[in-house]
C-alpha cells in the first residue's frame, strides 16, 4: 500500500531555533515529493522536489530529496513565530490513474 | 489573478442528504482535484480531473461523485451523507495533470458538517 509518513508529528522550538522536518514514502510510480504549509485553510505551496539530491531553497527554507532512501527533508532555520503552522509532504504517483498522497502533517508551534 | 474559488464555505446537513460543492480554478488551469481533510489529518485524495475527463481517484465510496465543466469549474457531489463525511474538502487546481509534476494550488476549502 502506498503511504506518507512525517516525522514528528508535533514540534514545539523557540524563535531562532533550526528545525528540520521529515517525510519518507513508499509509493510505486514515484513522480515528485511537494511540501506544503497550512495555517487555517487552504495548504500554501513551498516546494516541487523530482531529483534526487538538488536542494531547493527559499529564504530561511529548504529541502532536499533522496530517492535511493525514499524520503526529504524540510529545514526552516532562524524560526519566527509565524513560522507556527501545519507542514504537509505530499507525493505525486501516476499509475493507471493520477494519484496524490499526503502525508499527516507536522504541526509546528514556534514560541517567542 | 484570483486564486482557487470555492463555495459554499460551510455547510450543515444532516444524514442522508446530498450536497454539491463548486470549485473555480485559477485562469488558465485545466485541472481540478478534489481532497477530503479530517481533522488532524492529511488531505485524503478523491478525484482528479483534466480536461473535463476523471484522470485519478482515490479509495472512496461510489456515493462520492465529480465533473468538470467545460469552463474547467468543477462540481463535488456526495451523495447519502454519513456523519464520517464531515470534513474540510479541498479544491486544488493545475496547469496541466499531476502526471507532469504541476504543482497544485489549494482554495481554501468547504467545511462540511454532517449531523
Known amino acids: 500500500e502506498d503511504k506518507v509518513v512525517q516525522s514528528p508529528l508535533s514540534l514545539v522550538v523557540h524563535e531562532g531555533d533550526t528545525v528540520t522536518l521529515n517525510c519518507s514514502y513508499e509509493?510505486?510510480?514515484?513522480?515528485?515529493l511537494l511540501w506544503y504549509k497550512q495555517e487555517k485553510k487552504a495548504p500554501t505551496f513551498l516546494f516541487m522536489l523530482?531529483?534526487?539530491?538538488i536542494e531547493k531553497k527559499s529564504g530561511r527554507l529548504s529541502s532536499i530529496l533522496d530517492k535511493k532512501e525514499l524520503f526529504s527533508i524540510l529545514n526552516i532555520t532562524a524560526t519566527q513565530t509565524g513560522d507556527s503552522a501545519v507542514y504537509l509532504c505530499a507525493v505525486t504517483i501516476s499509475n493507471t490513474g493520477n494519484q496524490f498522497y499526503f502525508g499527516t502533517g507536522t504541526s509546528l508551534t514556534v514560541i517567542p | 489573478d484570483a486564486g482557487v474559488t470555492q463555495s459554499p464555505t460551510h455547510l450543515i446537513k444532516t444524514r442522508g442528504q446530498q450536497v454539491t460543492l463548486r470549485c473555480s480554478p485559477i485562469s488558465g488551469h485545466k485541472s481540478v482535484s478534489w481532497y477530503q481533510q479530517v481533522l488532524g489529518q492529511g488531505p485524503q485524495f478523491i478525484f482528479q480531473?483534466?480536461?473535463?475527463?476523471?484522470?485519478g481517484r482515490g479509495n472512496f465510496p461510489d456515493r462520492f461523485s465529480a465533473r468538470q465543466f467545460p469552463n474547467y469549474s468543477s462540481e463535488l457531489n456526495v451523495n447519502a451523507l454519513l456523519l464520517g463525511d464531515s470534513a474540510l474538502y479541498l479544491c486544488?487546481?493545475?496547469?496541466?495533470?499531476?502526471?507532469?509534476?504541476?504543482?497544485?494550488?489549494f482554495g481554501p476549502g468547504t467545511r462540511l458538517t454532517v449531523l
Open positions: 480531473y483534466y480536461e473535463k475527463e476523471e484522470r
Open positions: 523530482t531529483s534526487s539530491g
Open positions: 486544488a487546481s493545475s496547469e496541466r495533470g499531476l502526471a507532469g509534476g504541476h504543482t497544485q494550488y
Open positions: 509509493v510505486t510510480n514515484f513522480r515528485s
